[in-house]
């Protein structure tokens, strides 16, 4: 292998960066390079701020916790004079970020350098990218396979080094599926951890920004930096950061892993399911103590988040109306047929459906029997976590209950597209934080090797336990540095 910097993760570049033996002009060339080799057939990146990016890193100052350090940053985290379209034809090259989001503004002032913009189903809509309006991503373990989604970009990156790390976004598992599709590791953070600020909304109770990478410490080392209480995010906490690096120290002994009953009953997938229990044997084997847990409610998590998380998209996406923001079609009649026309044709068929769904079960007659239902069955599922966490100090899954699927398999049939999310979504719901990192690979029937992700979902705030969780795991196995 090539000395290129592009398969080095953020700590180990940081240490040649610190001994000198590289500068970060030379690893964003390398980097740079790699993106044009490999991009091309995986479709990860929608652009790139090559100019930009290079003269930061003439400037960069490698004794800032992220000095020199590339980022590249899912298409819908405001960059300040980069273009932003959330993947969708409503934006494309038609809006340019006025404002850095809070996360990408805490990045800079470490001094990381956002790099370029990471492909994405339209709006985050999405479980395998192929809602992206711009263009189809493929798996970089299998190009007839998606990379997952809605993050696919960020996560094939990231895999597929061309990217030393990634931002990425999770409303109902958008960072952790891709992570656990491609390979690398994904984390969800508690809601409010993160500010949202900047970021442009799919489902505004559910979404958090976070970090995709290839080792969890660099997962640790970002999230330390993105989060904590900024005031244009009033749902922000303003709990102290920790400094998540510290607590991964390797310690896991006595530590309580619960199995939720319920995730590991019929539908995984049979290498997915080894794979888990395979992992779960591995962590027992390093001292954690494993138990069951229930999540009661756990089959009525798809329903409540598809109710919840389309109202909320109903009306966030009201704000795209073609006067205030993106392309509109041209030459309209009155008012009504300027929206008709420009809305028509700048979204895609599951962001209108999201939308048609979500302003049905808010609309009046049907508001108590899906909308208001639906929260209440939040609340049931948020007690449901309560209670296990009584029980266990983290609880552990497979991310996603297949591996990768075919290109087309699913975009026909939208349910069997949600059904994919049946592990993560709950999360969201109950507003905790978690992981996914690589535990195995699966051989596919046309004989491509698949990873595996395990899941391990923690309390809120759990964050340091989970990546301690995840680090203890990575450094005693290695599937996260496996080259696709
Ligand atoms: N796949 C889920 C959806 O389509 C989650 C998306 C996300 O987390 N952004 O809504």
């Known amino acids: 292998m090539s000395d290129s910097a592009a398969h080095l993760s953020i700590t180990e570049l940081q240490r040649d960066y610190r001994s000198g033996k590289r500068t970060p002009v030379e690893a964003l060339t390398d980097v740079i390079e790699a993106i044009e080799k490999k991009d091309p057939g995986v479709g990860a990146y929608l652009s790139l701020e090559s100019g930009i990016a290079l003269r930061d890193a003439e400037n960069a100052d490698v004794t800032l916790p992220l000095g020199g350090i590339p980022i590249a940053v899912k298409d819908l985290i405001n960059v300040k004079g980069q273009d932003c379209s959330c993947a969708s034809k409503f934006l494309q090259s038609a809006y340019t970020s006025t404002y850095d989001a809070t996360v990408i503004s805490r990045l ?12 994405m189903d339209e709006f985050a809509m999405g479980s395998s990218t192929e809602n992206s309006g711009i263009k189809l991503a493929r798996n970089p373990w299998d190009a007839d396979r998606i990379p997952g989604g809605s993050s696919g970009g960020s996560a094939i990156a990231v895999a597929n080094d061309t990217a030393i790390a990634a931002l990425g976004s999770d409303t109902g598992g958008s960072i952790r599926q891709p992570a656990s599709f491609c390979g690398s590791v994904g984390l969800k953070p508690t ?188 609340t049931l599922i948020r007690q449901d976590f309560t209670a296990a966490f009584e029980q266990a100090d983290v609880l552990v899954s497979p991310t996603a209950p297949t591996p990768a699927f075919k290109i087309g398999e699913k975009s026909g049939d939208p349910l069997q597209m949600y059904l994919a999310d049946i592990f993560t979504i709950a999360a969201n719901l109950a507003g905790i934080c978690g992981a996914s990192t690589p535990c195995g690979l699966v051989e596919s029937d046309s004989g491509t090797q698949l990873p595996v992700g395990l899941q391990v979902l923690g309390p809120p705030l759990g964050e340091g336990t989970v990546l301690k969780v995840t680090d203890a795991f990575e450094k005693t196995t290695n599937w996260h540095r496996r080259p696709c």
């Open 108 to 119: 800079r002032k470490a001094g990381a350098i956002p790099l370029g913009r990471t492909n």
């Open 191 to 378: 809601y409010g951890r993160v500010s949202r600020f900047g970021l442009v909304a799919f489902a505004s109770s559910l979404d958090q920004i976070g970090p995709m990478t290839k080792t969890s410490e660099d997962a640790a080392l970002l999230l330390s930096i993105m989060s904590g209480s900024d005031p244009l995010d009033s749902t922000s906490l303003s709990d102290a950061v920790p400094d998540y690096l510290n607590e991964l120290n390797g310690e896991i002994k006595g530590l309580r892993i619960g199995l939720p009953v319920e995730y590991f009953t019929h539908g995984i997938d049979p290498g997915v399911r080894q794979c888990v229990e395979d992992a779960v044997s591995h962590l027992e084997k390093l001292g954690a103590e494993v138990i069951e847990v229930s999540l009661p409610h756990t089959e009525y998590a798809i329903a409540t988040y598809y109710i919840i998380a389309t109202a909320e998209a109903s009306a966030n996406l009201a704000r795209f109306d073609g006067v205030r923001y993106g392309n509109r079609a041209p030459d309209p009649n009155d008012i009504i047929d300027h929206y008709r026309r420009t809305r028509a044709a700048g979204f895609g068929d599951e962001v209108k459906r999201r939308i048609i769904l979500g302003t049905y079960v808010l609309s009046s007659g049907y508001n108590d029997a899906y909308y208001v239902r639906a929260q209440k069955v939040r």
